[in-house]
């Protein structure tokens, strides 16, 4: 074996290039982070029409999204992609339903029939007519006013119908909602859906319309609209083609790295397990409760991955028993994937609370007290969060409360921002445990 001098360089090395590694890894990620927020598209003062009439304010659509957050979020279809596909993406439901609105009612009163009715060269027209419409950017950069045409406006209002009737319980719907694994009721109250609609206009607006000084949208033409070109873009498909081609190329370097480096000395294995030996101390012993917890919520999280399964089939019931009013699509794939990261979590905790007096050699004064306290804030915020995204989903929160205790609405992220804040300090006293201990 090499004298401890001797491994110290390489070690040395191989600590330079983690650090460079990690430092890379976060400057990529706080640029584009403030990039996204720097190039995010506005959210208008005020939307008004050229008459002159206020449709909704910048409150409003924030509001709206809040609501949307409230239902689920992308668990109960998507907003710019990236969420569950039961139910549609909203943005794309919107934008194609207000495209064809607008068709339809230009066709009516320049031809008296509809779209369909009309030959190639007329629907051609209208088409033309409706990609300068939805693409031109009429956001006022000083005012904050966004302006449209009093017809946009009007195809608004039609489109904004079908959504109240969709999320408001509307019998006619009752059909569309269990293709959706909806529930009957989403959002029982008229202003909230009101305002829901609201943001769903302004997702569908900054999709369509051009980004000042570029020739393609806010989103980068998402989602796909060939009715006013929204096509992927020549950046889209070069960066999508890097990015896998980075990919491959990283993973065959690091398989190439440790497939012909042949320095590393072979590891022995120890004679005996090394926790043959093993005292048990109280903390240790204080850990099996959290087992317990892991295999409670992996049951749960198998049993709720089942049921949201089957939701895809039936929609709003189960073998006939209509549960989707109680436990509806939006609610159980949520817990079913909070349930998958606090168990994979607690787990983690586990192991390392377990074998960190091993590795030390010792028991840490008031270790043992440490670990129950881990556990009883690890037992609220699992319970407080299930609870929160309870409440949230079936509209009993206060709007203003629902985004703190309730349901934030992000795939992954979905605990209210307080759980996730108390789930941040378990795991900095959870780190501090560890350390003692080590």
């Known amino acids: 074996m090499k004298p401890t001098s001797d491994l110290i360089p390489r070690h040395g090395r191989l600590w330079l290039i983690f650090g460079l590694a990690v430092s890379g890894a976060f400057f990529i990620l706080g640029f584009f982070g403030r990039e996204v927020y720097r190039?995010?598209?506005?959210?208008?003062?005020?939307?008004?029409?050229?008459?002159?009439?206020?449709l909704m304010t910048r409150e409003d659509i924030l509001t709206g999204q809040t609501v949307w957050q409230s239902t689920g979020g992308q668990q109960l279809g998507s907003i710019w992609g990236h969420g569950a596909y039961q139910a549609p993406d909203w943005t794309a439901d919107w934008l194609h339903r207000e495209a064809t609105t607008l068709l339809d009612q230009w066709s009516t009163a320049s031809y008296g029939v509809p779209l369909a009715q009309l030959n190639d060269e007329q629907r051609a027209s209208m088409q033309a007519r409706l990609k300068r419409e939805l693409r031109t950017n009429t956001f006022e950069q000083v005012?904050?006013?966004?302006?449209?045409?009093?017809?946009?406006?009007?195809?608004?209002?039609?489109?904004?119908?079908?959504?109240?009737?969709?999320?408001?319980?509307?019998?006619?719907?009752?059909?569309?909602?269990?293709?959706y694994a909806m529930q009957d009721v989403?959002?029982?109250?008229?202003?909230?859906?009101?305002?829901?609609?609201q943001f769903f206009f302004w997702t569908s607006w900054a999709s369509a319309t051009t980004r000042p000084g570029h020739?393609?949208?806010?989103?980068?033409?998402?989602?796909?609209?060939?009715?006013?070109?929204?096509?992927?873009?020549?950046?889209?498909?070069?960066w999508s083609i890097v990015s896998v081609v980075l990919l491959?190329?990283?993973?065959?370097?690091?398989?190439?790295?440790?497939?012909?480096?042949?320095?590393?000395?072979?590891?022995?294995?120890?004679?005996?397990?090394?926790?043959?030996?093993?005292?048990?101390?109280?903390?240790?012993?204080?850990?099996?409760?959290?087992i317990a917890v892991v295999v409670l919520l992996f049951i749960v999280q198998v049993l709720l991955g089942a049921l949201t399964a089957h939701y895809t089939v039936e929609g709003q019931s189960v073998y006939?028993?209509?549960?989707?009013?109680?436990?509806?699509?939006?609610?159980?794939?949520?817990?079913?994937?909070?349930?998958?990261?606090?168990?994979?979590?607690?787990?983690?905790?586990?192991?390392?609370?377990?074998?960190?007096?091993?590795?030390?050699?010792?028991?840490?004064?008031?270790?043992?007290?440490?670990?129950?306290?881990?556990?009883?804030?690890?037992?609220?915020?699992?319970?407080?969060?299930?609870?929160?995204?309870?409440f949230a989903i079936h509209q009993k929160l206060p709007?203003?409360?629902?985004?703190?205790v309730?349901?934030?609405?992000?795939?992954?992220?979905?605990?209210?921002?307080?759980?996730?804040?108390?789930?941040?300090?378990?795991l900095a006293i959870w780190l501090t445990l560890m350390l003692r201990a080590l």
């Open 320 to 390: 006939g028993i209509p549960l989707a009013n109680y436990l509806p699509y939006s609610l159980t794939r949520t817990w079913h994937i909070q349930t998958a990261m606090f168990w994979i979590a607690t787990a983690f905790l586990a192991v390392g609370l377990f074998i960190a007096p091993a590795i030390g050699g010792r028991e840490p004064r008031f270790q043992r007290l440490g670990v129950n306290l881990l556990f009883g804030a690890l037992l609220v915020v699992v319970a407080g969060s299930l609870a929160g995204e309870y």
């Open 143 to 179: 005012s904050g006013v966004l302006v449209i045409s009093t017809d946009r406006a009007e195809a608004i209002s039609r489109v904004a119908r079908h959504y109240d009737d969709l999320f408001g319980g509307a019998p006619a719907m009752r059909q569309l909602r269990n293709d």
């Open 248 to 290: 491959l190329t990283g993973i065959g370097g690091l398989v190439w790295f440790l497939a012909f480096r042949r320095d590393e000395e072979a590891v022995e294995a120890p004679l005996m397990d090394p926790f043959t030996g093993l005292t048990l101390t109280p903390s240790m012993r204080a850990v099996a409760k959290y």
């Open 399 to 404: 709007l203003e409360w629902s985004f703190w």
């Open 215 to 238: 020739t393609i949208t806010y989103t980068n033409n998402w989602p796909h609209e060939p009715l006013i070109d929204n096509v992927p873009s020549p950046g889209n498909v070069l």
């Open 186 to 197: 989403v959002v029982p109250d008229p202003a909230r859906r009101v305002a829901l609609t």
């Open 406 to 426: 309730g349901h934030q609405g992000y795939e992954y992220v979905d605990l209210g921002r307080v759980w996730q804040i108390a789930l941040f300090a378990g």
């Open 39 to 54: 190039q995010a598209p506005p959210i208008p003062s005020e939307v008004r029409t050229t008459d002159g009439r206020l």
